[in-house]
Nanobody
Framework: QVQLVESGGGLVQAGGSLRLSCAAS????????VGWFRQAPEKEREFVAA????????YYADSVKGRFTISRDNANYTLYLQMNSLKPEDTAIYYC??????????????????????WGPGAQVTVSS
């Protein structure tokens, strides 16, 4: 079992940047595929980005491709999401999630939230226009 805690959220102007972090509690984290999801007010939770266990495979939602970068530091059990060129429509609660699978093929399976067994409590990101 692993516990996840997000940090780094906040308020930023459109065009700005933020970096989210997700700290995991156990070494088993390094064997898991992990990802970011987000949920805006009155909308369903949606996939943002995912990365496999060794960081060599990443997958992004079309809405963030080219602006967001997912990465992981297995030595420190931490997941990151670098968010650049932020837009007001990126405003949401961002959740870190971990799957006991190490990788998914084809990559679009990363988008399925039910494949992730562990979730963090979320971090608010607000982008003002």
């Amino acid at each position: 079992q692993v516990q996840l805690v997000e940090s780094g959220g906040g308020l930023v102007q459109a065009g700005g940047s933020l970096r989210l972090s997700c700290a995991a509690s156990g070494r088993i984290f390094i064997t898991y595929a992990v990802g970011w999801f987000r949920q805006a007010p009155e909308k369903e939770r949606e996939f943002v980005a995912a990365i496999n266990w060794n960081g060599r495979s990443t997958y992004y939602a079309d809405s963030v491709k080219g602006r967001f970068t997912i990465s992981r530091d297995n030595a420190n059990y931490t997941l990151y999401l670098q968010m650049n060129s932020l837009k007001p429509e990126d405003t949401a609660i961002y959740y870190c999630a971990a799957s006991t699978a190490s990788t998914y093929t084809p990559s679009n399976q990363y988008t399925q939230s039910y494949k992730y067994e562990y979730w963090g409590p979320g971090a608010q990101v607000t982008v003002s226009s």
